[in-house]
């Protein structure tokens, strides 16, 4: 079956520095997501893209990060200057679209960590 | 607006018990899917069960199974004679099934099973 993947699976930085996560959505999906998951706290929404442009962001999502789908495959997320609360697991999904296909599909997260 | 509810935060068994974790939820959509995840400690979100609105049947996988209650709002996830290793913490969520529209997870329930 299909699946997202995540790169890399555990990032250490510096407070400060700049990090891009990346995905790999399912190849024929059109939706794309990114979560966030502080220790020990639930899976928050942060982001969705669909053509390449945003189309609905959470407050987390501020000035700091932004998305991009720089090529046909890989959809990144980037924080600008990385603060001790990035710390977290960050997951992207996919999804094929509207209606009955828009079950979203996650990837196995990236562990950022900032020291 | 959307929004999941697990009310058990934690929850403590003996190997072999059965133990039923809660999810009820909220949503003005007519069409939507429902989704348990299990975390284990590693961090990834293992995919359990996908559900949509229109389908009322309850699910068995081994020694899993799935109460889904419309009229009650709820998705209840019960594991039959428990194991350690079903100790995690297990997420449900809410996507909506018009519009691509984010994931709603609940907080999550911990379950820890001792042998």
């Known amino acids: 079956e299909p699946e997202v993947t995540q790169t890399p699976s555990h990032q250490v930085t510096q407070m400060g520095q700049e990090v891009i996560l990346r995905c790999v959505p399912i190849?024929?999906?059109?939706?794309f997501y990114w979560y966030r998951q502080i220790l020990g706290q639930k899976v928050e929404f942060l982001v969705s893209?669909?053509?390449?442009?945003?189309?609905?962001k959470s407050e987390i999502f501020d000035d700091q990060f932004s998305v991009e789908r720089p090529d046909g495959s890989n959809f990144t997320l980037k924080i600008r200057s990385t603060k001790l609360e990035d710390s977290a697991m960050y997951f992207c999904?996919?999804?094929?679209?509207?209606?009955?296909?828009?079950?979203?599909?996650f990837g196995p997260g990236t562990r950022l960590t900032v020291l | 607006a959307q929004k999941v509810t697990q009310a058990q935060t934690e929850i403590s068994v003996v190997e072999k018990e059965d133990v039923t974790l809660d999810c009820v939820y909220e949503?003005?959509?007519?069409?939507?899917?429902l989704f348990w995840y299990k975390q284990p400690p590693s961090g990834e979100l293992v995919f359990l069960i996908r559900?949509?609105?229109?389908?009322?049947q309850n699910e068995i996988s081994g020694r899993y199974s799935w109460n889904f209650q419309k009229s009650t709002s709820s998705f209840n996830f019960t594991i039959t004679a428990s194991q350690v290793v079903d100790s995690a913490v297990y997420f449900c969520?809410?996507?909506?099934?018009?519009?691509?529209?984010?994931?709603?997870f609940g907080d999550g329930t911990t379950l820890t099973v001792k042998p």
């Open positions: 969520a809410l996507t909506p099934g018009v519009g691509a529209g984010k994931s709603t």
């Open positions: 190849s024929n999906h059109l939706y």
């Open positions: 893209f669909y053509n390449n442009e945003i189309s609905e």
């Open positions: 559900r949509n609105s229109f389908d009322e």
């Open positions: 999904a996919s999804s094929l679209g509207l209606g009955e296909y828009n079950e979203q599909f």
């Open positions: 949503t003005r959509d007519t069409t939507y899917y």
